[in-house]
């Protein structure tokens, strides 16, 4: 008879709270430049992106509980950073997934902004989704909260929920009620559970509950990621004061 190895370590939790390491790209210094991105570890999460040029990277703010930006290195469309965790999390073995940040905006102006789950979360993370007015064009298997200016009703959060066999999702009904204020925190939270179900909150409200927001089998894999991305014609950055993401150990053999 096979039986299953299990131990009291059933919760896995990664968090971070910003009062530690920061990397910073200073003076056009890369910590191990390379041309297709780099990649370091800040605490339980990997800093990935474009890093290698001026001022990107993360770093730490003198701010009361412990506060940390991430900006993306050059005004190019979809340079990005982003901390994430390895494609290692799988709704139907680990769920429910629970990630949970607290994030502030400087502006709502020319910056993309995602927090959720990806399909891939490459050193070099390419954006979750692109797009324009009221059309969401998936990139990678995602979902979770989504701010980027140049859709219509910029000022507020989506909540995609977009399946490997999506191509594009409307931003009607997915928009969250609360209007994001500049320089003002939010808490995000999604949980995803292990038949694929979802629920959003922002700042403690429920904002949205989907069935199926993931198509959930044994092999689907994502990573957890928190990024920005810059426009054609600005930098972006996102601050934030803690990072949390919280699941249960797949105890198949």
């Known amino acids: 008879m096979s039986l299953t190895g299990m131990s009291g370590n059933g919760r896995i939790r990664y968090f971070h709270d910003f009062l530690g390491a920061e990397v910073p790209v200073a003076n056009a210094v890369a910590y191990g430049t390379t041309a297709g991105g780099c990649s370091y570890s800040i605490g339980d999460f990997r800093l990935v992106g474009d890093l290698a040029n001026?001022?990107?990277?993360?770093?730490?703010?003198?701010?009361?509980?412990?506060?940390?930006?991430?900006?993306?290195?050059?005004?190019?469309?979809?340079?990005?950073?982003?901390?994430?965790?390895?494609?290692?999390?799988?709704?139907?073995?680990?769920?429910?997934?629970?990630?949970?940040?607290?994030?502030?905006?400087?502006?709502?102006?020319?910056?993309?902004?995602?927090?959720?789950?990806?399909?891939?979360?490459?050193?070099?993370?390419?954006?979750?989704?692109?797009?324009?007015?009221?059309?969401?064009?998936?990139?990678?298997?995602?979902?979770?909260?989504?701010?980027?200016?140049?859709?219509?009703?910029?000022?507020?959060?989506?909540?995609?929920?977009?399946?490997?066999?999506?191509?594009?999702?409307?931003?009607?009904?997915?928009?969250?009620?609360?209007?994001?204020?500049?320089?003002e925190a939010d808490v995000l939270r999604l949980e995803v559970d292990s038949d694929g179900g979802a629920r959003w909150y922002v700042n403690g409200k429920l904002e949205q509950t989907v069935a199926a927001g993931l198509a959930a089998t044994t092999t689907t894999l994502m990573a957890a990621v928190l990024g920005v991305w810059s426009t054609t014609t600005t930098v972006g950055s996102v601050d934030v004061d803690f990072i949390e993401v919280s699941a249960n150990r797949d105890w198949t053999r």
């Open 54 to 183: 001026t001022d990107s990277g993360l770093i730490t703010l003198s701010k009361a509980s412990g506060w940390g930006r991430l900006t993306s290195s050059a005004a190019a469309d979809a340079d990005g950073c982003a901390l994430a965790t390895e494609v290692c999390l799988s709704p139907a073995l680990n769920g429910t997934i629970v990630l949970e940040a607290r994030v502030e905006l400087a502006a709502l102006t020319a910056r993309h902004v995602f927090f959720g789950l990806m399909g891939t979360a490459a050193d070099n993370i390419a954006e979750a989704t692109t797009n324009t007015t009221l059309t969401i064009t998936k990139v990678v298997p995602c979902l979770g909260f989504l701010h980027d200016s140049q859709m219509t009703y910029g000022t507020h959060w989506f909540m995609p929920y977009l399946l490997a066999a999506d191509t594009d999702q409307t931003s009607t009904g997915i928009q969250g009620s609360q209007t994001i204020v500049a320089a």
